[in-house]
């Protein structure tokens, strides 16, 4: 497996490989990791369809990309993705899915023509005081120290980061700004969470800091994202023949470790000193990581009738393991009930699975180091479908949009400034279900500190009901006290979700506490989705999920196709002057207070480059 850029091979179509025939593939999870792992098996490997065995846990497929009309309980999503145009190996792949809806029509098609007519951006990013607008004004507002804060965090090696938080390296000079606000809003970023993540965040998305303000760097789907993006890739799988085994809990992988040396996963079409680089950078995000040869043996897992079995593998199966996972131990309240919170939540599913994976090789990982604490990885969200016309003018107030237009509407999330609960809440383009009624509307709410009292509900999130979340919703809009309850109870349906582990990925960590897509000496497996290690790219991300399974159908199967490399703006020095200039709200890097001595050094360097291509460079960004 090797990366490439450009559209040399973008478009290039692989040969099959050798002996894919003889091959089986089995996959556990069907969240996006896994069903982009079987649709590149099918597209790029060229495996035979009822060669590839799905195992799902739940009843239906999507893992975390979910989105259903529950019968007696209402519409409801636990989350949602922003997506960007620079997300490289996923519309590699929905160029090649057909749409559901529009006959011809590819996953990408829909989504650009989509994007291209009704371009995202917010009127209304924040609101303080009960819906008025917070007067953010788009900035940021940073001083001097806070940004050079950012700065040092920028330019901080990996290995230094290892288990530390975020406020190691910020203090309130950031962590009351303006762009705290709308990076641990939009992000879910907790102060105590890794500042390893915080600095790849920033390097990942350097050329979208000035879309920050008002979400006009992001993308969305037409639909919620399991209609969007899960739907189109089952029935692509289906009418390919992928078997898939629903209700069917995977227990363990069990290995065989040792007995000779496994494969170095070399890298082609590249130069040895690059091959010697990636091999080292591998070392140094897996310590733990060995060429002794490592070969998944056996499945262990309970059927859909509850009996255990066993399938046997050998060196021609294909496993692809889904380990950990954001939503596990998920709980849902009503309209009437409260999800439930349980400090002493023990997790299950996929994590069960990957405690026994991890225990039989140190580069297996090492799960507790998320899914240990979920009093430190939990919030809650909640979906409000208002069921007629009395909710809708209290929005369109907010958001300056009519909602009922099929247009972009918030055109991202409302964050609630000086709520308690730090509550955001967000309308993408309505419907969100294909069979939504056209009067209704489906809103998307979260708290990120569930745990403190309401403003006007003085309960903490955790203990309420979804029509008690909508009295808060309804208060902080502005909605008038005396018709808080009436719309809360009579007017919407409001879904509550409670997520233990939504954040783990977040939490500190060091090299090797995920292990790599696919562990050196791996004969016949691979990792898959956010709790797997591929270089450079940033988690809670489709574009994440999606290309370790590229990676990892690419790496075992020996598909001869570059890999697309993660968008290179962090090594482009436009987006970093422009990134630089944005952060400081469009002042110059000659505004900031320096010392005579300073200010002296300065002035002699500009003049130096006065009359040349970097002077010119510096002043068209406004960084002189």
């Not at 991890?358 to 809650?380: L, N, Y």
Request: aromatic share 12%; with cysteine; glycine share 8%.
């Amino acid at each position: 497996m090797y990366y490439s850029s450009g559209n040399y091979e973008a478009f290039a179509r692989p040969k099959k490989p050798t002996g894919i025939d003889h091959k089986n593939a089995y996959i556990i999870g069907t969240g996006l990791a896994a069903l982009s792992a079987a649709c590149y098996l099918v597209r790029d490997a060229q495996m035979p369809g009822d060669h590839i065995h799905v195992y799902e846990k739940d009843s239906v497929p999507g893992g975390a990309c979910d989105g259903l009309d529950i019968p007696g309980l209402g519409y409801v999503m636990r989350g949602g993705r922003e997506m960007d145009n620079h997300f490289e190996v996923m519309w590699d792949l929905f160029r090649s899915i057909p749409s559901i809806e529009t006959p011809g029509a590819s996953v990408l098609d829909e989504y650009y023509w989509l994007n291209k007519e009704d371009p995202n951006f917010s009127l209304c990013r924040a609101t303080k005081n009960r819906g008025e607008d917070a007067g953010t004004e788009g900035k940021f507002g940073l001083s001097d120290k806070a940004a050079m804060e950012i700065m040092k965090l920028f330019f901080t090696p990996d290995e230094e980061l290892y288990d530390k938080p975020i406020t190691d390296f910020f203090d309130d000079e950031v962590l009351n700004s303006n762009f705290w606000m709308y990076w641990r809003t939009m992000f879910a970023f907790e102060n105590w969470h890794s500042a390893l993540e915080m600095k790849l965040y920033i390097k990942r998305y350097i050329h979208h800091i000035g879309g920050l303000p008002d979400f006009s760097a992001l993308r969305f789907t037409r639909y919620n994202q399991y209609e969007s993006m899960i739907l189109p890739m089952i029935e692509y799988l289906k009418k390919a023949g992928v078997q898939f085994h629903f209700n069917t809990k995977v227990e363990n992988v069990e290995f065989e470790i040792g007995g000779g040396v496994g494969p170095k996963r070399a890298v082609t079409g590249t130069g040895q000193d690059t091959i010697q680089k990636i091999q080292q950078a591998q070392f140094a995000r897996n310590p733990y990581s060995s060429s002794t040869r490592k070969l998944a043996k056996r499945i262990v897992l309970t059927d859909a009738e509850g009996h255990m079995q066993a399938v046997d593998l050998t060196e021609d199966d294909f496993v692809f393991i889904t380990n950990g996972g954001c939503v596990e131990n998920s709980t849902m309240g009503s309209q009437t009930e409260s999800a439930g919170w349980n400090p002493d939540i023990k997790p299950g599913g996929g994590w069960d699975m990957w405690r026994r994976i991890a225990k039989q090789d140190p580069s297996f990982g090492h799960p507790d180091k998320f899914c240990s604490d979920p009093q430190a990885t939990k919030w809650m969200s909640a979906t409000v479908t208002t069921l007629d016309g009395e909710i809708p003018p209290y929005i369109q107030k907010i958001c300056k949009r009519d909602p009922f237009t099929g247009h972009v509407v918030t055109g991202g999330i409302v964050t609630c400034t000086d709520s308690n609960w730090l509550m955001s809440w967000t309308l993408n383009r309505q419907q969100q279900f294909r069979d939504q009624p056209k009067d209704q509307l489906c809103v998307w709410v979260y708290g990120l500190f569930p745990d403190k009292p309401g403003n006007y509900v003085k309960k903490p999130m955790t203990e309420c009901t979804g029509e008690e979340i909508c009295e808060e919703w309804l208060w902080q809009m502005g909605v008038p006290e005396d018709r808080i309850h009436e719309l809360a109870h009579d007017h919407a349906n409001t879904v509550p979700v409670m997520m233990p582990y939504i954040t783990a990925f977040f939490m500190p960590r060091a090299a090797g506490d995920r292990p790599d897509v696919v562990p050196d000496g791996a004969v016949n497996f691979a990792f898959l989705g956010q709790f797997a290690e591929t270089p450079r790219d940033t988690i809670f991300t489709t574009e994440y999920s999606m290309r370790t399974g590229m990676e990892a159908v690419y790496t075992l199967a020996g598909v001869d196709r570059g890999v697309p490399e993660v968008w290179g703006s962090v090594y482009d020095v436009r987006n970093l002057l422009n990134a630089t200039v944005k952060l400081r709200d469009g002042a110059p890097v000659t505004a900031m207070k320096l010392n005579f001595v300073e200010k002296a050094v300065l002035g002699k360097v500009l003049k130096k480059l006065d009359g040349t291509d970097i002077g010119k460079l510096l002043r068209e960004y406004g960084a002189v």
